[in-house]
């Protein structure tokens, strides 16, 4: 396709996005999923008038019950008449044995429903650059204009970290199987969570857990941001510290004391105690500032992550760089050079 | 620390590497782990007389038991007198219940041996660049000398299959509850596999799924290469069949047919036959000129590894781009541009 047959598809996908046809959306998440020429630009424009609609992330291990919450969720939020977006992305699912089955036919009934658009992105687990281009859709749902987007992600690695820190409120779902709190800061979960939710709590373990969870957060109150874990090259505590130093909004955000919930996502049990939990926290956000500061430090991950991957496209589309990858293969296969040799002769002609 | 000092820290970390200390390797982990200065050195020195050690990976979904099988091969490996590297890398484990608590046992009883040397990455899944320093830890373990290295990964996305993709031989590890051979082959396995395992094989299911991997295989043969998923921008079957297209050895190798092997790792039922099988593979690899063939594809990927990383540090130190990347998001914050206009202006001022 040429250039100009390009651009007026996507003016028609456009036309059809603004005027809140999902057919736009669905179109638009498949060009930025391809990374299709001109997906950039696309974004660009959906974007340019800025955040649309809040952001609520669900993350935690396998087995948590997510999918089953995240469904138990959007149907008390239809109660209310809002529209929504969902996305999941579970790198694991493809794994799912039956216990997960439950939470597919739960997501399948509110699949049906014309008021939720769901996305899943568990099938594109193992392509490349999945952070990115997660947050790209994420994005996409925002700026539809859904009253609000939910984003279920495995809490297995940075990847999912990542995508879970592109929401506004981040609610981990621990069960009483999936370990103890320790384990959850190490996990770095304890850092990213604005709400915890013990699911199943039915389940032996689970006060236990609780509590844990509760003399864990007493702990560490008031330095929560000191730990999120560094991402390419990017610190995501620090980013935020470093926006809230600039001379912006002086106002120093109260605190926000991280709830200890439980639920049953199967019985419905916790689930309006959760939602209310999430408006409180959503009147935190915009009260005490602290929304502006997350936008502020979303947007500098989101400038790298662009300029991370348009720099890699650049790099490796020159024929010059193609040629010295040939040959540094070759002296490494010769075993007259490492990868580190081979890659400063390619920087050397890369960077200025 | 002054550079002289450094020099002379890994000078002497260098001689104990070198004389087969295990001291000296487990510095050089820590100094590859934490990036910190010298540390791409460091491993240029290692690395210069080239691969010295046979690498065998293993991956599957979580619960799949690979620790078992890792923990039970190992011990095979050593009645044979091998001395062994083992790098487990599980984002997962942190949850890991009770389920994994018998696989914890068992690798204590190999990690008291003195023959083996086991680096577990578990905790640091949540930390940044896990893939690229992953396979840095891998090929220390290979540079030092050990008989053979068995990596261990979870198959839940992209960071773990460019582990296994360090690996020679990559033994992909299933359970019947793992799901059905189409899930393996979404998921991206069933073209990373040189060898499946069909663990647990006396639970209900496994002779099914058996059969399925058989077929599926079948189906694949003579294309398995093709589909390898790309990731930053390299796609590894790319990078292999380019790499095949070189005037380099000529012969064509004859196919490898993946075999699927059933073991029950906590009996040590079929685990002699998977060793057999490895050995088997090993042959192939080197009598085909396919092993050769896989380290220049390897090589590429360690050069585009190498490069993109260092881009990225060059990139965000200056302090242009930093100066630059707070402006976009003031420009961004004040609903007067996108990440994609902020990244452009970086980007003008970053590539030649």
């Known amino acids: ?73 959007a149907t008390e939020y239809r109660k209310l008449d809002e529209h929504l977006g969902v996305v999941a992305v579970d790198p694991t699912s493809p794994y799912s044995g039956g216990a997960l089955l439950g939470d597919r036919i739960r997501m399948n009934d509110i699949s049906t429903d014309p008021g939720i658009f769901i996305r899943s992105m568990a099938t594109r687990g193992s392509l490349g650059g999945l952070a990115a281009t997660t947050k790209e859709v994420v994005d996409l749902m925002d700026a539809f204009g859904f009253d609000r987007v939910l984003v279920e992600t495995v809490g297995v690695g940075q990847t999912e970290l990542e995508v879970t820190a592109a929401a506004d409120t981040v609610v981990v779902v621990l069960v009483p ?67 809230r130093t600039t001379d912006a909004p002086a106002k120093e955000p109260e605190g926000w004391s991280v709830p200890v919930l439980t639920t049953n996502a199967l019985t419905n049990e916790g689930v309006e105690k959760l939602l209310d939990t999430i408006s409180e926290h959503r009147v935190w956000l915009e009260e005490s500032g602290e929304i502006e500061q997350r936008r502020r430090a979303r947007a500098a991950i989101r400038i790298r992550d662009v300029v991370d991957r348009e720099m890699r496209r650049v790099a490796w589309k020159s024929d010059d760089v193609q040629r010295l990858l040939r040959e540094g293969v070759e002296e490494i296969s010769a075993g007259d050079g490492t990868p580190y040799s081979a890659a400063d002769v390619i920087l050397g002609t890369l960077l200025r």
């Not at 046809?21 to 020429?37: D, M, P, S």
């Open 177 to 243: 199987e999936s370990g103890d709190a320790i384990q959850a800061m190490k996990a770095g979960l304890m850092e990213i969570a604005d709400v915890f939710v013990v699911n199943k709590a039915d389940r032996p373990g689970a006060p236990r857990l609780v509590k844990e969870l509760r003399q864990a957060l007493h702990l560490r109150a008031g330095s929560a941001l000191q730990d999120i874990p560094a991402h390419h090259g990017v610190d995501l505590g620090q980013a935020m510290k470093k926006e």
């Open 1 to 73: 396709m040429n250039a100009t047959a390009r651009s007026d598809e996507h003016q028609a996908l456009l036309k059809h996005f603004f005027d809140g046809k999902v057919l736009g959306l669905a179109r638009a998440i498949t060009v930025v999923e391809n990374e299709r020429a001109g997906f950039q630009e696309l974004l660009h424009t959906v974007m340019a008038s800025g955040p649309q609609t809040k952001r609520v992330g669900f993350t935690g291990p396998p087995g948590a019950g997510k999918s089953s919450l995240v469904a138990a969720v």
